[in-house]
T-cell receptor, first 115, second 114 residues
């Protein structure tokens, strides 16, 4: 059973703070993703990674960066949090590699509020 | 990049009736189309998916159809039950390279009326 966990369910930060969101998967998946979910906008891809130390921008990368130092861990960093980054953040992973399986498994989400 | 449109945004059906949610995509090279269900306060979970070399796929009360020519795909739920109430997202996997990046629709809130 694939397990994707996120470090916090709820987080409150102040404008200008540096924020770290952590995601860990336990199934040796190659690919990991960060999305944000806002009402009426669906899920929008921020960044993804298909290997350790590799990263690619998604559709809305501005204001974010990521780090993948180990295969199982993918971190999302808000360099200077702003109120428009208040959102639900979802991490996901997929198998990748030689086996063609595109299913993405999601974590429980982190609801971030920036005040 | 890929663009996915999903309709309707809200769908209310009587219990036992069928529900249909439709999505269109823009990238003709997209090759994978999953549907995710998200219950209130929970994470999205895959309920069915289809690849571009298949026109229809069924799993019990759920089916997905794909029309590559028209670039649209639909989710069909028959004999709806209260536990089908949720937000449903369609998605498409483009061929932009890199990982299996998905572009999601904005979601459909399905309400099953008793």
């Amino acid at each position: 059973d694939v397990k994707v966990t996120q470090s916090s369910r709820y987080l409150v930060k102040r404008t200008g703070e540096k924020v770290f969101l952590e995601c860990v998967q336990d199934m040796d998946h190659e690919n990991m993703f960060w999305y944000r979910q806002d009402p009426g906008l669906g899920l929008r891809l921020i960044y993804f990674s298909y290997d350790v130390k590799m990263k690619e921008k998604g559709d809305i990368p501005e204001g974010y960066s990521v780090s993948r130092e180990k295969k199982e861990r993918f971190s999302l960093i808000l360099e200077s949090a702003s109120t428009n980054q208040t959102s639900m953040y979802l991490c996901a992973s997929s198998l990748g590699g030689a086996i063609v399986s595109y299913e993405q498994y999601f974590g429980p989400g982190t609801r971030l509020t920036v005040t | 990049g890929e663009n996915v449109e999903q309709h309707p945004s809200t769908l209310s059906v009587q219990e036992g009736d069928s529900a249909v949610i439709k999505c269109t995509y823009s990238d003709s090279a997209s090759n994978y189309f999953p549907w995710y269900k998200q219950e209130l306060g929970k994470r999205p979970q895959l309920i069915i998916d289809i690849r571009s070399n298949v026109g229809e796929k069924k799993d019990q009360r759920i089916a997905v159809t794909l029309n590559k020519t028209a670039k649209h795909f639909s989710l069909h739920i028959t004999e709806t039950q209260p536990e089908d109430s949720a937000v449903y997202f369609c998605a498409a996997r483009g061929t932009g390279g890199g990982a299996d990046g998905l572009t999601f629709g904005k979601g459909t809130h399905l309400i099953i009326q008793p």
